[in-house]
């Protein structure tokens, strides 16, 4: 099978995660996707892992794309550029706004050079507006979207934000910024005419916070513990999801608690959240006599959504992720390692990483060839 893109080419003049993570994306599903960097190599590629030379956590992002080095100060690599972008259905961008522009590779100046073209452009607060020019990356971004508070709201007794290493923010906002593309794509079937696309960091993180976001609207009496949590066990702790009735009721079977179903302080959804302290005291009075492991088994024989506290490790060595083939192993001029595929499979398509993650300006000379351009002599 062949990709949803094959035959699209993509034009990656992004950097670090939200950017390449939008481009390797449309990759996997098919795209030839030409990432473009300046003589140093983007930021990602100095980030560890680095096995000589050669960083994992760059490979991660860009696999399965070319690399063509190109000055954008350079009038001549200016031209080249306009050359790729007559052969271009797809550009993704995420510098701060104004800056395309003033290398001359703004949207109006790209789309009289092709019509057709889609240009995505990717920043922390979109492109106008009293923010749009300031720097943002993801943990200011976290800050700014009320993320963080919201999330120390459900760490009892805590009052100073957590610091999440884990970028959020860019990894939502790629794959908005795909979701539009792909729905550019759809309409320019129809109208023949590509658009601008301008993705906002800061509007993709409140879109995680969907209750919070109506909590901070209308009053919300908040429970006496967050409603889903840690629940001690012997040798560590397991997270329970009591997000049904069904589930309320199959949860008290398997702790032994079945007449608290009908108890005044669970009964209905309402009374459990001002009782759920209580609720909790009852569910590891039951889980801290017993392993992780036995906690699990019996949840899960009694139909109750749970799961172990497990590290990345712990979790890629899940045998559903081999029966998913949810792991790629590709390569770098350093040998090999193990990339993340898309969630998702498709009957019709072909969904896979790349084989191989370019080195730096690997495709410089091959492309510009093509496409006719002055050889720099940088591939």
């Not at 990345?312 to 899940?318: N, R, S």
């Amino acid at each position: 099978m062949t990709g949803c893109f094959e035959g699209l080419r993509v034009l990656d003049f992004s950097t670090t995660i939200a950017g390449p993570h939008c481009a390797r994306m449309l990759a996997d599903m098919g795209a030839e996707v030409i990432k473009i960097e300046s003589a140093e190599g983007e930021t990602m590629r100095t980030r560890p892992p680095v096995r000589h030379g050669c960083s994992t956590a760059f490979g991660q992002l860009n696999v399965g794309k070319k690399s063509v080095v190109l000055d954008l100060k350079c009038s001549a690599d200016v031209e080249a550029v306009r050359r790729l972008v007559a052969t271009a259905d797809i550009l993704v961008e995420n510098f701060r706004p104004g800056v395309m522009q003033r290398l001359g590779l703004a949207y109006a100046t790209l789309s009289e050079l092709n019509p057709r073209l889609i240009y995505c452009s990717i920043s922390g607060y979109g492109q106008t507006g009293p923010s749009a020019e300031l720097p943002a990356y993801a943990p200011v971004i976290h800050a700014a979207s009320g993320y963080e508070m919201a999330h120390l709201a459900y760490q009892p007794g805590r009052s100073r934000p957590d610091y999440c290493g884990i970028y959020h923010a860019d990894v939502v906002t790629g794959t908005y910024a795909f979701g539009a593309i792909a729905s550019a794509l759809y309409q320019r079937e129809r109208t023949g005419r590509g658009q601008h696309i301008d993705c906002s960091m800061l509007e993709s993180m409140l879109s995680l916070t969907l209750n919070e976001i109506q909590g901070a609207q209308f009053a919300v009496e908040p429970p006496q513990r967050p409603p889903f949590g840690p629940a001690e066990t012997r040798d560590g702790y397991v997270m329970i999801a009591v997000a049904s009735e069904k589930t309320f009721q199959n949860l008290m079977g398997v702790i032994g608690r079945p007449a608290w179903v009908e108890d005044p302080r669970f009964a209905r959804y309402a009374d459990r959240r001002r009782h759920w302290g209580d609720l909790v005291d009852g569910v590891e009075a039951w889980s801290s006599g017993l392993t992780t492991a036995e906690c699990v088994a019996a949840l899960s024989a009694g139909g109750v959504p749970s799961s172990a506290y497990r590290s990345v490790a712990e979790a890629l060595a899940d045998p559903q992720l081999a029966h998913r083939d949810a792991l790629a192993e590709v390569t770098d001029a350093a040998g090999s390692f193990k990339v993340v595929n898309l969630p998702f499979r498709m009957s019709e398509a072909r969904v896979a990483a790349g084989a191989r993650a370019a080195s730096l300006g690997e495709h410089t000379a091959d492309v510009l060839r093509e496409v006719g351009a002055i050889d720099t002599g940088q591939g």
